[in-house]
């Protein structure tokens, strides 16, 4: 039997992963030790409160309230708390003490990712961030490391399970949003306070630490634009299905150049119809998906569950063992890219292509003025499709080609106070064409 070097591992947070970690660590350490080519010594899970209720198949002895003499004697620290503090802080003490770094924060990282992996530089350790992005979903490894060799130029991302859940269920079974977001809750996908996944903000997390990672550039949370998803409406989703399309909320990541030809970078956050015939459609309930498009690797689509507590655990020991053979192997961890230093264009620079739907007077003359409207702005139309009903009025939908966000505002700006449109109903817009 191979007597294996002992690797002391510190797992900060006792929540539903950072006891499926510690249990997977004692259960398999034998078969992980294999694997690292280490053993993996469990010394110890730093909680807040001893006293709270907790998983009892864990040995009591391992629980302690002194996180900081946990971080101070372990060669790897599990950042599990979650939040900013006292995660950023616990995470910085660990890596200036030399010990290499696994989080699933992805607050910390969207918020002060370039203080913390400045400071594992520093030292030569490594931060590990797998199940920060996406849970058991293995993304932040390809991008890092499988595509390194490529360029990425655009990634389409259903990173909240909590809104594909809601969406899919107002798209599937015809739920209003509320009554969709009332079963989110109690199957436990949505928090009591549902708002950030509702409004984007764990999406806008997500689509900054990806956007850095796949573009080489700082992406600060800040630069994402984020729209929730608290405006969709049943009827849109019942209309977009009709069309063809389901509505998805998405983190687009992408490469663009804006008018004046500066190449950048741009990360958003929106709902957006999606065609039904798109790899990103077939992705039900509370699973998460990410589509990369990359130039000599064409498309791919990581799939999966992207929370849960003993599916986020699998990518956190992915990190163990990566960070274990790391140790044995020696030498420095690897740096995070930032070498292409791309700006971060705003969301007025973005081109897309547009759903806009309208009622309208049904009279001579009607249409000729609303495509008026979008060519004086630019907006080249795709296709027109008009429903008449029954009280002298028509329902006119509108596909745009390409457009520029501000052209569109635009657009729309003349069309809500022109005689001729009683109401712009929903202005969505396409992706993944
Ligand atoms: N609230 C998140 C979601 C959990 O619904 O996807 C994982 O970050």
Do not use: W
Request: glycine share 10%; aromatic share 4%; proline share 3%.
């Amino acid at each position: 039997m191979i007597e294996y070097r002992n690797l002391r591992v510190a797992i900060l947070g006792g929540g539903s992963v950072g006891s499926q970690v510690a249990h997977l660590l004692l259960e398999q350490g034998a078969e992980l030790a294999q694997r690292a080519g280490a053993g993996l010594e469990v010394v110890g899970i730093a909680v807040r409160n001893l006293d709270a209720q907790r998983d009892t198949a864990l040995p009591k002895e391992l629980f302690t309230t002194d996180a900081e003499s946990l971080i101070l004697g372990a060669d790897i620290v599990v950042e599990l708390i979650g939040g900013i503090e006292p995660a950023r802080t616990y995470i910085l003490q660990a890596l200036h003490s030399g010990a290499d770094v696994i989080t699933a924060n992805k607050a910390v990282l969207a918020n002060h990712g370039p203080e913390l992996f400045e400071a594992a530089e520093q030292v030569g350790a490594q931060l590990y961030y797998e199940a920060a992005v996406g849970g058991a979903i293995p993304i932040i490894r390809p991008l890092r490391d499988s595509l390194a060799g490529d360029r990425v130029s655009r990634i389409l991302g259903i990173v909240n399970g909590t809104t594909n859940f809601i969406l899919d269920r107002m798209d599937t079974e015809g739920d209003t949003l509320e009554g969709a977001l009332a079963e989110a809750t109690r199957l436990g996908y949505a928090e009591a306070d549902p708002t950030a996944d509702v409004e984007g903000f764990d999406a806008a997390q997500k689509a900054a630490i990806l956007a850095s990672l796949a573009f080489h550039t700082t992406v600060p949370l800040d630069a994402v634009h984020r729209e929730g998803m608290t405006t969709v409406t049943h009827e849109q989703v019942l209309a977009a299905r009709k069309a063809g399309y389901v509505v998805k909320l998405l983190a687009i990541c992408e490469r663009i150049t804006d008018a004046d030809g500066v190449e950048g970078v741009s990360a958003r956050v929106h709902p957006a119809l999606v065609p039904l015939s798109h790899p990103l459609a077939a992705v039900h309930g509370a699973n998460n998906a990410v589509f990369v498009e990359a130039e000599a690797a064409g498309s791919l689509m990581f799939y999966g569950a992207g929370a849960g507590g003993i599916q986020t655990a699998s990518a956190v020991l992915g990190d163990v063992v990566s960070a274990a053979r790391r140790h044995v192997a020696g030498g420095p961890g690897v740096a995070e890219s930032t070498h292409a230093n791309l700006p971060v264009l705003p969301m007025a620079s973005v081109t897309t292509r547009y759903q806009i739907t309208l009622t309208v007077l049904d009279e001579p003359g009607v249409l000729a003025a609303i495509a008026t409207l979008f060519s004086d702005r630019g907006v080249s139309v795709e296709g027109v499709s008009q429903t008449v009903r029954d009280d002298a009025a028509a329902t006119l939908v509108i596909i745009t080609h390409e457009a520029s966000e501000s052209a569109l505002a635009a657009t729309v700006e003349a069309l809500a106070t022109t005689p001729v449109v009683s109401a712009v109903v929903s202005v969505l817009r396409v992706e993944g064409l």
